[in-house]
């Protein structure tokens, strides 16, 4: 599965980005949709996951982000809202297949200015 990540940039302290991931297979084949993020200096993390129809958010950007698919477009979305400087960060789409084989987008920066 290629996985094409886009719609970073940047954005004021309380605005708003939704990155993309468009997959080179039909959605309803992955079984796991994620985002991730890495910010300088920092560990790799979980931001937002879509699994068997149920979403899970990391605790700092719940209430803000969202996280949504679209089948007919095999993609899927990460809406940030209300956005903070701590948000800045590469942001990485993930997807797991039903074979449990796992696959990345090549990242998407996200700027956050205060």
């Known amino acids: 599965v290629q996985l094409q990540a886009s719609g970073g940039g940047s954005a004021q302290s309380g605005g708003s980005l939704v990155p993309a991931c468009a997959a080179g297979?039909?959605?309803?084949?992955?079984?796991?949709m994620a985002w991730y993020r890495q910010a300088p200096g920092k560990q790799h993390e979980l931001v937002a996951q879509l699994s068997n129809g149920n979403a899970d958010y990391l605790d700092s950007v719940k209430g803000r982000f969202t996280i949504s698919r679209d089948n007919a477009q095999n993609t899927w979305y990460l809406h940030m809202n209300e956005l903070k400087a701590e948000d800045t960060a590469v942001y990485y789409c993930?997807?797991?297949?039903?074979?449990?084989?796992?696959?990345w987008g090549q990242g998407t920066l996200v700027t956050v200015s205060s």
């Open positions: 297979t039909p959605v309803d084949r992955i079984n796991v």
């Open positions: 993930y997807a797991r297949n039903s074979r449990r084989l796992a696959f």
